[in-house]
């Protein structure tokens, strides 16, 4: 594809917990230590984009065991954001998840990232609800 950028895709490939921490950190977060490792048993599987060997794009997808999946933790690799990696891994996601037999796939995100998840993923908006379970900080 034209303009597609130079990565390859994998759907559930190791990938140690310190290098999505390292990836995290690329841009601008704050990894917890055991992080992944603690959360991927919970998975239905995750997309990884590397350049190279370098871990560049990576999207969880969780899952309710049926019809529904779950698109959280989107991260690009802070310098090659806005190349289309997003895009790339969400899209791999999205066929995954069909792939498995699942009907529905969820995300929630910022306002700012509607043109991302809705016009470049191509999710459509719905109606959702949130209750925070801890005390405010
Ligand atoms: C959100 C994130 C995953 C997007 O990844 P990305 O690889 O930069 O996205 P893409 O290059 O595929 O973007 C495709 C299009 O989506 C839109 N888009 C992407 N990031 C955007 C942003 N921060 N604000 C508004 N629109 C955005 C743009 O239209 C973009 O096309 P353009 O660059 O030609 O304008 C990336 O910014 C990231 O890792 N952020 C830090 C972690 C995070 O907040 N994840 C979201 C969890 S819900």
Redesign the pocket.
């Known amino acids: 594809m034209p303009g597609a950028p130079d990565v390859v895709l994998a759907w559930r490939a190791p990938l140690p917990d310190e290098e999505l921490g390292e990836l995290i950190r690329s ?3 704050d990894p917890v230590p055991g992080w992944w490792d603690r959360i991927r048993p919970f998975s239905l599987g995750w997309v990884t984009a590397r350049s190279g060997t370098l871990l560049v ?1 990576f999207v969880n997808v969780a899952w309710d065991g049926g019809d529904h999946a779950f698109l959280l ?4 690799r802070g310098d ?9 891994v969400v899209r791999e996601a999205v066929a995954r998840a069909r792939s498995a037999g699942c009907e529905w796939l969820h ?4 306002p ?6 809705l ?3 191509g999710f459509r908006p719905t109606d959702a609800g949130l209750v925070h379970l801890l005390p405010p900080r």
């Open positions: 841009h601008g977060g794009g933790d989107t991260k690009t090659r954001q806005r190349t289309g990696i997003g895009a790339l995300v929630d995100f910022r700012e990232l509607r043109p991302f998840y016009d470049a993923c």
